[in-house]
C-alpha cells in the first residue's frame, strides 16, 4: 500500500494564481485531513471530510476550498493565492469506525506565494 | 472542544540523558491523545498513542507516555536520548464522538536537540 500520496512535492505560486494540490489515500479511510505548518506554529487544520460527499471547516479555512467525491481522493483549492499562504501542507487520513486508529500522513507539499 | 499545549518550544539534552516532553490537553469529553515524531523535511510519524486501558503507553524507539486524568497530561520520556532522536515532536488530541471531538489538533511542537 502507497498509504497517503500528495502531490506536488514543491510549487511556487505568483500572487493571484490558482492551483489544487492532491491528495490520495488506498486505505480505505473514511476520514481526511487538510493541516498547514508554519515554524513555531504546530499543524492547523484547515478542512476536514468525514466521508464522500461530506466536508467541514477547520481552524484556518479562509482562502482555501475542498471536494470530496470519493473516498480515496481530498483536493484542497487556493483560487487567489496569497503570501499568507506560503506553508507547508499536510494531508492526513484515519478510520473512524468502532476503534480510532491512528492518522497517516502524507510526505507534505511546500507552497511559497511570491 | 479540544485543545493541546506543549511546555517548551526547544529542549535540548545530552546524549544519555532522559528526555521529558510536556504535553497537557484541555477536552470536555475522554479524550484519544497522541505523539507524533517528525525528521527535517518528512511528515509526521505516530510514535504512541492512548485511547483506552492502560495508562502508561508504549511507542516506538524506547519513547513511552502516561495519561494523568487528575493531571490532564501526557508527557513522553524516554530513559536515555541518542542522537537519533532529534526531531520535532508533536502531542495531539482527539476524541470518538459526534461533531467537534472528532478533529486531531495538534500542540505547537517541540523541536528536541540532542548534544554528543
Redesign the interface.
Known amino acids: 500500500n502507497a498509504g497517503?500520496t500528495q502531490t506536488p512535492k514543491f510549487r511556487i505560486l505568483k500572487i493571484g494564481q490558482s492551483m489544487t494540490l492532491q491528495c490520495t489515500q488506498d486505505m480505505n479511510h473514511n476520514?481526511m485531513?487538510w493541516?498547514r505548518q508554519d515554524p513555531?506554529?504546530?499543524?492547523?487544520?484547515i478542512y476536514?471530510s468525514?466521508g464522500a460527499g461530506i466536508t467541514d471547516k477547520?481552524e484556518v479555512p479562509n482562502g482555501y476550498n475542498v471536494s470530496r467525491s470519493t473516498t480515496e481522493d481530498f483536493p484542497l483549492r487556493l483560487e487567489l493565492a496569497a503570501p499568507s499562504q506560503t506553508s507547508v501542507y499536510?494531508c492526513?487520513s484515519?478510520d473512524?469506525g468502532g476503534?480510532?486508529t491512528?492518522?497517516f500522513?502524507?510526505?507534505?507539499t511546500r507552497l511559497t506565494v511570491v | 472542544a479540544q485543545s493541546v499545549t506543549q511546555l517548551g518550544s526547544h529542549v535540548s539534552v545530552s546524549e544519555g540523558a532522559l528526555v521529558l516532553l510536556r504535553c497537557n490537553y484541555s477536552s470536555s469529553v475522554p479524550p484519544y491523545l497522541f505523539w507524533y515524531v517528525q525528521y527535517p523535511n518528512q511528515g509526521l510519524q505516530l510514535l504512541l498513542k492512548y485511547t483506552t486501558g492502560a495508562t502508561l503507553v508504549k511507542g516506538i524507539n524506547g519513547f513511552e507516555a502516561e495519561f494523568k486524568k487528575s493531571e490532564t497530561s501526557f508527557h513522553l520520556t524516554k530513559p536515555s536520548a541518542h542522537m537519533s532522536d532529534a526531531a520535532e515532536y508533536f502531542c495531539a488530541v482527539s476524541a470518538l464522538g459526534g461533531g467537534a471531538t472528532n478533529k486531531l489538533i495538534f500542540g505547537t511542537g517541540t523541536l528536541l536537540a540532542v548534544q554528543p
Open positions: 497517503v476520514y485531513y493541516y513555531g506554529m504546530g499543524l492547523k487544520l476536514y468525514v477547520g499536510f492526513a484515519n473512524r476503534t480510532y491512528e492518522a500522513f502524507g510526505q507534505g
